[in-house]
């Protein structure tokens, strides 16, 4: 195999974006182990003497003018004018995931592999959408990333949700010495690696010491300027397969919902509505000591259901959590104390259901009650209720309202 990165590619004929010449780079992508060049990344960067010689200031620039699918076209570009060329290793595209599916890839396959990108800003933003193209993208063999990965803790929580093929950790993870957020991810991608067989690539590995801080957070490969390219590889053999795994757990059909995702093969409950809130309460306290990686949902029925008490509540836990999001019939779409409002169609099975749904790195939850319709009194009203705390089913549900969380 190679042992030494390409050179970079000429600007050439490289497009400008807004007045910025754009130059192509095959950035390295190392085994951390034994700096066996593994694969190249296709980066757009600007002038080297420029401000935007580094590929994030780029990208960053590019995402406060919402055009980074401006910059995700020329990449594309790039792949296709190198796909014809002889490599030893894979040439890595990455796209947002919203590129990745409206793409034509055409031509691109077999001289590089795409890989559709996913940020906590876009899922978080918009998670009905992103849910859609990240399903999208699958069912046409494309692996999905989650990039960022550490760069804050609420971006942690995506692992659970994304369920991504690869990871590629933040630059902040190593261009420091470990601090609480550190420790933080090193737990959350080692709790995601214990379950799936995904990737795990450090960005900005320049030094030995980052490349040793990268091991320390769970990566296995990085990018970046070390070793120099004109180092020799330690003899070793390491296996890079950025291609998509199976099929992930959060899958959903659409028109699950959560009770219809748990109740089956499990024994269910029937309860009256008071217990039914001391038990959601209790649930809400867990989430709000479950980390900064913790995505709680719930809903509601209808909106005068969301009383002052569980406005306050929820408040408080979407100060603790990464996401927070609840639905009703006739909850007005917005947020409020950063707690995600979102409206309810009245003929939607889950107007008939009362969730809470946990998901997180290290705890996850869902209690899901279907209204029976029996008793008079709000209080009295009897449900059938189901809980559980097996990670697969917690996460289809997660996935079965949040897809209902249209803009």
């Known amino acids: 195999m190679e042992t030494t990165a390409p050179e970079p590619a000429s600007a050439g004929s490289a497009p400008a974006f807004h007045g910025i010449p754009l130059r192509v780079h095959r950035a390295p992508v190392r085994c951390l182990d034994t700096a066996a060049l593994t694969a190249v990344e296709l980066q757009l960067r600007g002038a080297e003497d420029s401000a935007f010689a580094a590929p994030g200031v780029l990208r960053a620039t590019a995402r406060s003018m919402g055009e980074t699918g401006l910059l995700d076209e020329f990449t594309l570009a790039a792949a296709r004018a190198y796909a014809e060329e002889e490599s030893a290793v894979p040439q890595l595209a990455l796209l947002d995931v919203e590129i990745a599916v409206s793409a034509n890839l055409a031509g691109v396959d077999d001289g590089a592999r795409i890989i559709a990108t996913v940020t906590e800003d876009a899922v978080m933003a918009h998670p009905a959408r992103a849910l859609g193209h990240i399903a999208a993208a699958r069912s046409m063999g494309v692996a999905i990333a989650v990039d960022e990965v550490g760069e804050r803790p609420q971006s942690l929580a995506l692992l659970s949700l994304v369920e991504p093929d690869v990871i590629i950790t933040s630059t902040d993870l190593v261009s420091r010495p470990a601090h609480a957020l550190t420790a933080r991810a090193a737990h959350a991608v080692a709790a995601y690696r214990e379950r799936t067989d995904a990737l795990v690539i450090a960005r900005g590995v320049d030094s030995d010491l980052q490349r040793r801080r990268a091991l320390g ?21 390491c296996d890079f397969d950025p291609g998509p795994r199976s099929r992930p757990e959060g899958a959903s059909d659409g028109r699950s919902t959560p009770f219809t995702i748990a109740a089956p093969g499990r024994r269910t409950t029937r309860s009256l509505k008071r217990l039914l809130v001391s038990m959601s309460k209790m649930l809400e306290m867990q989430a709000a000591s479950a980390g900064q990686d913790t995505i709680v949902l719930g809903t509601f029925q209808h909106a005068d259901h969301f009383t002052p008490g569980s406005r306050r509540r929820w408040a408080h836990l979407a100060s603790q959590v990464a996401y927070t999001g609840i639905y009703g019939v006739g909850i007005q779409p917005m947020i409020d104390f ?11 099975r889950l107007v008939d259901e009362w969730n809470v749904v946990v998901l997180g790195s290290h705890f996850c939850c869902v209690l899901a009650a279907r209204d029976l319709h029996k008793g008079t009194v709000d209080s009295e009203r009897e449900f059938e209720y ?17 897809e209902r969380f249209t803009d």
Not at 217 to 237: E, L, M, N, Q
Not at 396 to 402: G, M, N, S, W
């Open 338 to 348: 950063n707690v995600h409002h979102a409206p309810l169609d009245h003929t939607d």
């Open 386 to 402: 189901v809980v559980s705390y097996d990670r697969r089913t917690v996460t289809r549900c997660a996935h079965a309202v949040l």
């Open 217 to 237: 957070v769970g990566a296995r490969f990085g990018i970046g300027s070390f070793p120099p390219a004109t180092a020799a590889s330690v003899a070793g053999h």
